[in-house]
């Protein structure tokens, strides 16, 4: 289907029955992708328990490029005007990659549009310094969800850089190791990954 968004023809699927009990689950895919090639199955699978609506961004996908330039910012605008087209208020994100720094830019400037969100692979975020951090944290380590989600950012950096998701928590690399929360292991020297 298509949604006529911000002068977008914005393709969408809508998977699953609604359930007036649970809000739908969004896919946001990642760059240089789409629907089936960065979620393959999965749709099908989380349809079979709630509404899953998988979208397509500007030039990605079924959705077509126009004359405008991409950021992160307009996607996170487009997929905001498409779930206000579709009447909904609230919903669940699932981010990869691309779509992960969607959901991160739905979460910090419209929270109350995000009940939950899951974030695969995030490659940006804003700058560490308009984030802010719960106390417990590290000064000035940026937080959005202070019980599961602490990000460090690596010295010298301005928070644009991919992390890691880890036990519950995000973390960085720091001086070449790893800065990992409740967890004293280290990468082997071959690793490229945390082990954390």
């Not at 579709?86 to 919903?91: E, F, P, S």
């Not at 969800?145 to 519950?168: A, E, I, K, M, Y």
């Not at 973390?171 to 070449?176: A, D, G, I, K, L």
Request: contains cysteine; positive net charge.
């Amino acid at each position: 289907m298509y949604a006529d968004v911000n002068g977008l023809k914005m393709f969408y699927e809508i998977r699953g029955t609604s359930d007036p009990a649970k809000v739908p689950l969004v896919l946001l895919h990642g760059a240089i992708s789409a629907t089936g090639t960065s979620f393959g199955p999965l749709p099908d699978l989380l349809a079979q328990t709630r509404q899953v609506i998988a979208v397509e961004q500007q030039g990605h996908g079924r959705t077509a490029d126009i004359d405008r330039p991409m950021s992160v910012q307009a996607m996170a605008d487009d997929t905001l005007a498409l779930l206000a087209n579709l009447g909904i208020g609230q919903a669940d994100l699932f981010g990869y990659s691309l779509g992960a720094g969607i959901a991160l830019n739905l979460i910090t400037n419209h929270p109350t549009v995000v009940r939950k969100a899951v974030l695969a692979s995030v490659t940006s975020i804003k700058p560490a310094s308009t984030l802010k951090c719960s106390a417990g944290q590290n000064p000035g380590s940026p937080s959005i969800r202070p019980d599961t989600t602490c990000r460090f950012p690596s010295s010298g950096n301005t928070g644009l850089w991919p992390p890691t998701r880890v036990t519950g928590r995000l973390c960085s690399p720091r001086s070449r190791r790893w800065n990992c929360p409740r967890s004293p292991r280290r990468p082997s020297p071959r690793s490229t990954s945390p082990s954390c």
